[in-house]
């Protein structure tokens, strides 16, 4: 008796439109790894297919937003968070950074390993 085969099912959290291949945008750097007390700036870099403009976008840690004054424009693509006197990660897989689109859509995002 054999096992019938299934499809790989995959989900990519943060790939915009994954059947192009395009990222809506991403997050630098990617998946940091840092030491408890330093701080970190990240930057969202969106895609002209984004529909969005970077004074549009808002930031989460672990699924609390951010206070909007951590953020800086960068330009009319990019915003960045700057985190400050980071603790320990919550999570043994590390803390979710995500970039959001007004309308909530996850944009990108990155994972933040501090310890």
Known sequence: ???PEKPLTMLFVGAGRVQSGCALAVVVPQDPILTIGSSLTATCIVNPEA????QDLYWTLNGE???ANLYS??????????????????QQSGDNLLCHRSDNRVLAGSCLYVG
């Open 1 to 3: 008796m054999s096992i």
């Open 51 to 54: 529909n969005a403009d970077a």
């Open 65 to 67: 937003q951010l206070p």
């Open 73 to 90: 424009l960068v330009n009319d693509s990019a915003l960045k968070v700057t985190l400050r006197g980071l603790n320990g990660s919550r």
